[in-house]
């Protein structure tokens, strides 16, 4: 079942929600933050389709969020139900609830600077939904199951000369003489207390088409039943009265959920109640009955204050669609027309205040396109930037004397800015020294902060390494480096150099560093191992471990880094991309964030070679975009101090910037 | 004078070509005889050509902008947007937007005094994406003439979108990008509530709090300061904003009071300034840039070169920090009648 509805604004308020089993808030803030915020969804771009079923459900922690968002009004629809259920009518209940909802409240909604609306009546629109769509829901359910029973019961019984007549006429004839609507629902009923499967959304049917008819009292319908009884079952049934009484008591059933004896009884309770007059069998009964009589007395009740508002929500509905419709079929009528509101949109789009359609934006949005792709943005992701970009402002009035292409640049950077700004901080050396010397209050115990460095060949992980290293040692942190690329000869030695240099340049301001290294042919990540063990035992406050450069697309070498990251337990792994690199970026990044198994995936990128590509540093929103991981740092230079953080204000306005 | 009726001519002239050029125009010689009168007449010196001519051009651009910018006008974003108001910044779930909806719902029992809305407890909220503002009146008494009425404005927490908090005490010009002087910035601020939930602050605790909303108050003070720093002309200062931080939940087991809170947040506040001043430089900042036209300790939060941080310190530019306990769901202790106080102090 459903476990919440919730409509909330994207200012974050609840305007109006229902819940029928507790749901941490948890659960919507992360779907909020993944889907809306962060854009982690693939499909971000489609955010304000129209309809639920457009949006790819979103699941977390065991349940199944289905949702729409209604742009215009900047309001959130969202379903949330346990992901074990299949429920197909939850993305008509959300499209349906999403049109009501905005038709009644809309004006209100409208208003500046209020943030509650009274909508206390909404839970009886929301009920009549609930049930009709639960109702259609189950109706197509069930007749499934029936056609189903009635299909094996006809198999399996042919060959079954003697019990087939009474048990068939049993459970169908009372239906078709019982001239009151509930007869219907007597005969549902039947596949529902013979089996025991039987879903629990079949006693809904029963509610809903019970009608006025449900209102019967017992005796009335005992009386209908005892005329009808007779008739069906003739007096063979008469006959034996008495001892199905009897076989109810131990009756057994087969695989296929049918008497395996051979008497007639009949299947159909209500219509055998008629001849069970006797003390034990009404003992047995009543709990049964009176369950299903309360059910349909408050139910029935409920019905008859929604009759009025369910033709109230369909005229609704229907306007909508008819609206809908005769939007898709309005074409501009007449040539004066046209040509009117063609020189009007010239001039607003000089002046301002134009509205901006998706004719406008299409040909705008081409150009922007273009300019990323000129800065080295691959075309995946500059193609999903625009889109993003063109649904958020389809619709906006553009300000005073303000183009199209301006309005488009200011929210590309917002969508730019928004993008490359990580989600938590990453001061490094904070981070360090909590792991380092932890608050004496918690209970961790010090140890060495652990980062390593994973990369394409080439790229300048090394350097890079080495100019992290000389940013920590004028930090006066204690640093070991572990030589960490086993494989390609030299590598150890340069990394030796490295530290040597370091060594003499660092020397007054305190820093100490050493090079941890185990040969070649090694395994890597057991001399990472190794490394992390030996500065624990020694006092170390870093470890930076070097690893091998590899291809991204060798299965081969990139399976390693699962058990390097195993073994070695870093703190960060940083991968480093070159600013050269153009549209093979996103896979790179991909492939090395997927490649640490499960859990675990890449904390931040460091782009190196920044200064060699001036203005096209798009390479930077590629693997943002492609992966989620911030960029902590970006090399500008060939020396140990040519190593910046990542300013988002600078990338962005290189970006933006047309010279 | 001579401008307008030369203006006119031209107007005229073109009408008359175009009369001349209509084909349909039928051929008939007494519509060209009117036409003719009409232009001749419009070309006479008198006082009423003149006038209706003035009028024309001075009224047609009035007509315009309401022709295209009607519509928005009229809704109260002009009103409003003149209002004092005051910011809500914090981190994500602190309250901010529970806090909102308390006040909003507050207020509207006040004036109303109908009873349908008898539950005060704020809104079920979520992570907001969108600033929102509600208008709210800070006079003590309904009978108080002057109302003073004020805006409060909800920005989210989430780190992605921090850029718009910041924006409104450092705004940038629409037009041209580049940051606005604070006497012409579109809204007046009079006060920030910056609020932190103070059950999770504590450093010990597992998932703490208190390095994300230290982050975020740093940048927040230090937004404070450079506007202070930056548009003082001699002794003359741009209008003070204070802060109050507003240390929420404080009904839960685990929250810090308030005096806990700030010194929590001074230590973490003093080693963020401290790490910083470490960091590496930024992108996009030239080496000869830092020597050059930066003033040492620009971005030094508080007193240059002070070992510890404290709020006090923040006094020397003027911005007074404040710190008060409080929750929002209500409960024990105290409830939001302080954060009110303050923020109808400061309005």
Request: glycine letters at 8%; hydrophobic letters at 40%.
């Amino acid at each position: 079942m459903l476990d919440t509805f919730e409509i909330l604004t994207t200012s974050g308020v609840v305007l109006w929600s229902r819940t029928y089993a507790a749901v941490s808030p948890a659960v919507v803030n992360n779907f909020i933050s993944d889907v809306f915020i962060e854009e982690k969804s693939a499909v971000a771009g489609t955010k304000d389709g129209a309809s639920a079923s457009a949006n790819p459900p979103y699941k977390y922690d065991q349940h199944t969020l289905r949702w729409s968002f209604e742009k215009e009004l900047g309001i959130i629809f969202v379903a949330v139900y346990r992901s074990l259920l299949h429920l197909s009518w939850i993305d008509k209940l959300v499209d349906n609830i999403r049109t009501i909802f905005v038709n009644l409240y809309g004006d209100q909604l409208k208003k500046p600077n209020v943030t509650l609306i009274q909508c206390a009546k909404f839970d009886n629109y929301f009920d009549q939904q609930l049930q009709e769509l639960e109702n259609t829901g189950s109706k197509t359910d069930s007749k499934d199951l029936r056609a189903f029973q009635d299909e094996t019961l006809s198999d399996d019984l042919s060959d079954m000369p003697p019990p087939l007549p009474g048990l068939i006429r049993g459970g169908r004839v009372p239906s078709s003489i019982n001239t009151s609507k509930h007869g219907d629902s007597d005969f549902d009923t039947s596949p529902n207390a013979s089996r025991p499967t039987t879903p629990a959304a079949a006693s809904h049917l029963l509610v809903a088409k019970s009608g006025p008819g449900g209102k019967m009292s017992r005796r009335a319908r005992k009386l209908q039943n005892t005329n009808s009884a007779p008739a069906s079952s003739g007096d063979e049934a008469a006959a034996k009265r008495t001892k199905a009484k009897a076989a109810k008591k131990g009756r057994k059933w087969d695989a296929d959920g049918l008497a395996d004896e051979d008497d007639d009884v009949q299947l159909d309770f209500s219509a055998s109640k008629a001849a069970s007059d006797s003390e034990g069998e009404a003992g047995r009964r009543p709990a049964v009955e009176e369950v299903d009589a309360s059910t349909w007395g408050s139910t029935t009740k409920g019905k008859f204050v929604l009759r009025d508002l369910g033709d109230e929500v369909h005229s609704i509905l229907a306007s909508a669609e008819a609206k809908n419709s005769a939007s898709k079929t309005d074409a501009p009528t007449g040539l004066v027309g046209t040509g009117l509101s063609a020189i009007g949109g010239l001039f607003r789009n000089v002046v301002g205040g134009k509205v901006l359609t998706k004719e406008d934006l299409d040909k705008a949005m081409k150009g922007m396109e273009e300019h990323l792709l000129k800065k080295n943005v691959a075309r995946e992701a500059a193609v999903r930037l625009c889109e993003g970009v063109e649904k958020e402002l389809i619709g906006v009035k553009t300000g005073s004397f303000e183009s199209i292409n301006t309005r488009i640049q200011k929210a590309m950077e917002v969508s730019l800015t928004k993008m490359l700004t990580p989600t938590s901080s990453l001061d490094l050396l904070r981070e360090i020294d909590s792991i380092t010397s932890p608050p004496a209050t918690s209970l961790r115990k010090a140890r060495p902060y652990v980062m390593s460095i994973v990369g394409v060949n080439g790229v300048g992980k090394s350097t890079n390494l080495s100019k992290i290293c000389f940013f920590l040692l004028q930090n006066k942190y204690k640093v070991l480096i572990a030589a960490g690329d086993t494989f390609r000869s030299g590598a150890v030695e340069q990394l030796a150099v490295h530290v040597r240099n370091l060594k003499e340049l660092t020397q007054r301001e305190g820093g100490k560093v050493e090079l941890y290294q185990k040969g070649y042919g090694k395994d890597a990540a057991a001399v990472a191992k190794d490394a992390v063990a030996f500065a624990a035992q020694e006092g170390y406050d870093v470890v930076l471990i070097d690893t091998a450069g590899r291809r991204h697309n060798d299965q081969r070498l990139m399976s390693s880094l699962e058990k390097f990251a195993k073994f070695a337990q870093p703190d960060k792994i940083l991968m480093v991309g070159e600013a050269l690199v153009g549209t093979d970026s996103v896979a790179q990044a991909k492939n090395f964030n997927a490649s640490f198994g499960a859990g675990r995936s890449l904390d931040g990128f460091i782009i190196s070679k920044c200064d060699t590509v001036g203005d096209m540093v798009g390479t930077i929103v590629s693997i943002v975009h492609a992966t989620n991981v911030p960029v902590l740092f970006v090399g500008v230079g060939q020396h140990y101090s040519d190593l910046r953080n990542f300013s988002v204000k600078w990338a962005v306005e290189k970006l933006l910037s047309s010279a | 004078m001579d401008t307008t009726i030369e203006t006119i001519a031209t107007t005229a002239t073109v009408i008359a070509t175009a009369a001349t050029a209509a084909p349909n125009a039928s051929s008939s010689s007494e519509i060209k005889e009117l036409i003719k009168s009409l232009l001749v007449a419009s070309l006479q010196p008198n006082k009423t050509v003149i006038i209706t001519g003035l009028l024309i051009v001075l009224l047609f651009p009035v007509f315009l902008h309401q022709y295209l910018h009607g519509s928005d006008s009229d809704s109260s974003s002009s009103s409003s947007s003149s209002l004092p108001s005051i910011l809500l910044a914090g981190p994500s779930s602190a309250g901010k937007t529970a806090l909102l909806t308390l006040f909003e719902k507050r207020a509207g029992r006040r004036t109303t005094t109908t009873a349908t809305d008898a539950i005060a407890g704020p809104s079920q909220t979520h992570t907001s994406q969108t600033p929102v503002s509600v208008e709210l009146n800070a006079a003590q008494s309904s009978d108080e003439d002057k109302l003073k009425k004020f805006l409060l404005v909800d920005t989210p927490g989430h780190p992605k979108l921090r850029s718009t908090s910041l924006r409104h005490i450092l705004p940038l010009d629409p037009k041209t990008g580049k940051p606005l002087p604070p006497n012409k910035a579109p809204n007046k601020i009079k006060g920030v509530v910056f609020m932190v939930d103070a059950s999770t602050l504590a450093p010990s605790s597992p998932d703490s709090s208190l390095s994300q909303a230290a982050t975020y108050l740093y940048d927040l003070l230090l937004a404070l300061q450079h506007r202070y720093s930056r548009y003082s002309k001699g002794s003359k200062h741009p209008p003070t904003i204070p802060v109050l931080i507003a240390a929420n939940k404080l009904d839960l087991f685990t929250a810090l009071p308030a005096t806990l809170v700030k010194k929590e947040l001074e230590a973490e506040l003093g080693r963020i300034r401290v790490s910083r001043s470490k960091g590496l430089l930024d992108s996009g900042v030239r080496e000869d840039d830092v020597t050059g036209e930066k003033e040492e300790g620009d971005d030094w939060l508080g007193e240059y070169g002070s070992d510890r941080f404290e709020f006090k310190q923040m006094l020397e530019f003027d911005i007074e920090v404040e710190v008060v306990g409080g929750s929002v769901v209500g409960g024990e202790g105290p409830g939001v009648e302080g954060w009110w106080k303050w923020v109808v102090q400061r309005v």
